[in-house]
């Protein structure tokens, strides 16, 4: 059994920051990649940033520039930082891990529950 527990949204202003984390628990053998998808009221889920196990980053062009991606491999855990906050942001945001387990050792995705990020004045 695999867990992925996201915490860090909630609501702010415009121009503010968040910042999201997600950490991974349970029958892991390896993580691989982990990352950040959002899905905004009325549209489907993107992605937002990824990092991988060596710490190369990938980010969409909306976001670059203002949130950064970070993790801390020996706590499974996936960070990001979001400054300068637009409305347009205003998303739940989701946590994604590429893994295998202790059981099977394949790579699956795995999801978190969401958060929700509101940005507003």
């Known amino acids: 059994q695999v867990q992925l527990v996201e915490s860090g949204g909630g609501l702010v202003q415009p121009g503010g920051s968040l910042r999201l984390s997600c950490a991974a628990s349970?029958?892991?053998?390896?993580?691989?990649?982990m990352g950040w998808y959002r899905q905004g009221p009325g549209k489907q889920r993107e992605l937002v940033a990824t990092?991988?196990?060596?710490?190369?980053?990938n980010y969409v062009d909306p976001v670059k520039g203002r949130f950064t991606i970070s993790r801390d491999n020996a706590k499974n855990t996936v960070y990001l930082q979001m400054n300068s906050l637009k409305a347009e942001d205003t998303a739940v945001y989701y946590c994604?891990?590429?893994?295998?387990?202790?059981?099977?050792?394949?790579?699956?995705?795995?999801w978190g529950q969401g958060t929700q990020v509101t940005v507003s004045s």
């Open positions: 994604n891990a590429v893994l295998s387990t202790l059981r099977t050792r394949a790579q699956n995705d795995y």
């Open positions: 990092i991988t196990s060596g710490g190369l980053t």
């Open positions: 349970g029958s892991i053998f390896s993580i691989y990649a």
